[in-house]
């Protein structure tokens, strides 16, 4: 009886496989990725893992800078923060439980921002950090599952999604609860709006594509799915009538954003990587409006065309950190604390910087950086060790650095001409104090 039960499910999972138009099974999807890395790759001879170009320096006088804090393309630039690293704000919350990152972003407003707590509680805080408004639309079974918040803002609405499959929208003025629905998976992905849409993927690989005012589904798009669940987020931008989103298993699929219809799918990995998919990090996705760009933690840094997704280079990098592009250069960190800067158009690096060179070989191999920001002409990078590191990219050089936490943090946020860091327990506030 074991034995014929065994049967039936093998041969379902080989039915699903071999019928399943988008199965990594169909050997011409594995010859399109092994094709286009043998045509496209930048350096592929060889890894570079030690300093380039020390010397050089970036003639960066023409920078433009910006106080985005939103953006479909996720394409941030340089930000208006000259500033040093002077704390001035602390934003309290009770401390989240069961993470070991804090890859969530507040909903900063010109007067305050909005951030969540353990129980998913959504707090308004004032510009002085002074409690507006907390509110909690969970039940008290859901409460115990320790929901995660992901925002996004919509005029005077706020729009969550959670990791326990709950989607709803309240107003940012009293917190009250505008509606709310349930998926049948949780989400993995920041949230994206486009007019009366709002875009998110949710575990199983699928975009959802939802009506802002009441939460009903137009459309969704299921992908391709893994056996285990990833343990990084996914990326979605909106370029033009375009979503543009990853998955666990590598692919970037762009999608029709009125029909989700599928324009174009760029599947990076093979097949083995279906299995390994917890251990499978991709960066953001970052666009210019011509070229997406993107990294992940196999050594594969990506331009791709938006309009066709055909592989415009690929360069050897090992990072899932979020790229910054500013004019013809792209600015990257890699997962062992190198900072790269990269002609944009070609791909070629043209300077490498050991960020972690004060660090003593055995303390290095323990620290992984987090994430990024850039302000003016100084780039801050926050690590697993709680520190945050300053760095002149005229010059490539470490110039400051800040103790934050007893260990990881989230990316830092500038706005407003101040930066922010999440911390577990509270929100950090650094001012324009000018370095010296």
């Known amino acids: 009886m074991n034995r014929l039960i065994i049967l039936i499910i093998s041969l379902f999972f080989i039915n699903q496989c071999s019928l ?100 998913g509680s959504i707090i308004r805080y004032d510009d002085k950090q002074k409690v507006l ?64 849409k709002i875009f998110v993927v949710d575990y199983k690989n699928t975009l959802r594509c939802y009506n802002i005012n009441d939460g009903s589904e137009y459309w969704n798009l299921p992908t391709e799915d893994s056996f285990t669940i990833s343990s990084s987020n996914f990326s979605l931008i909106i370029v033009g009538e375009m979503v543009i989103f990853t998955n666990s298993i590598g692919d970037v699929t762009a999608v029709d954003v009125e029909t989700g219809l599928i324009i174009w799918q760029l599947p990076t990995q093979s097949s083995s990587i279906i299995n390994e998919t917890y251990n499978f990090k991709v960066s953001k996705l970052v666009s210019d409006d011509k070229s997406i760009f993107f990294s992940n933690n196999k050594n594969e840094f990506y331009s791709v065309d938006v309009k066709t997704g055909i592989t415009n280079w690929i360069n050897e990098i ?72 300053v760095v002149d990219l005229n010059i490539g050089k470490v110039v400051g650095e800040e103790k934050i936490a007893g260990n990881f943090t989230s990316r830092p946020f500038i706005f407003n001409q ?19």
Do not use: C
């Open 418 to 436: 101040n930066l922010f860091v999440i911390r577990n327990g509270s929100i950090i506030r650094y001012d324009l104090k000018i370095f010296r």
């Open 133 to 196: 408004w907390k509110k909690n639309h969970y039940s008290k079974f859901e409460k115990k599952l320790k929901p995660k918040l992901n925002f996004a803002l919509d005029d005077e609405n706020l729009l969550v999604t959670d990791n326990i499959a709950k989607y709803y929208s309240v107003n940012i003025n009293s917190g009250e609860l505008n509606w709310s629905k349930n998926n049948t998976y949780p989400f993995n992905s920041e949230i994206k709006k486009d007019k009366n």
């Open 318 to 389: 090992n990072s899932n950190l979020t790229p910054i592009i500013s004019g013809n250069l792209l600015f990257t960190v890699s997962n062992d604390g190198y900072l790269y800067v990269i002609e944009k158009n070609k791909g070629n690096i043209i300077r490498i910087t050991d960020l972690y060179i004060n660090y003593k070989t055995k303390k290095r191999k323990n620290i992984k950086p987090i994430g990024f920001a850039i302000g003016d002409t100084k780039l801050y990078l926050t690590n697993t060790d709680g520190k945050m590191i």
């Open 20 to 119: 399943n138009e988008n199965s990594r099974i169909w050997k011409d999807k594995e010859n399109n990725i092994t094709n286009q890395k043998n045509v496209k790759k930048v350096f592929s001879e060889k890894k570079i893992t030690t300093q380039l170009n020390q010397e050089l320096k970036l003639d960066l006088t023409k920078i433009k800078t910006n106080n985005k804090i939103v953006d479909n393309k996720n394409n941030y630039g340089f930000q208006d923060y000259s500033g040093s690293i002077n704390k001035i704000g602390n934003y309290k919350f009770s401390k989240l439980e069961n993470v070991n990152q804090l890859n969530f972003k507040p909903i900063f407003l010109d007067d305050g921002l909005i951030f969540f707590d353990k129980k």
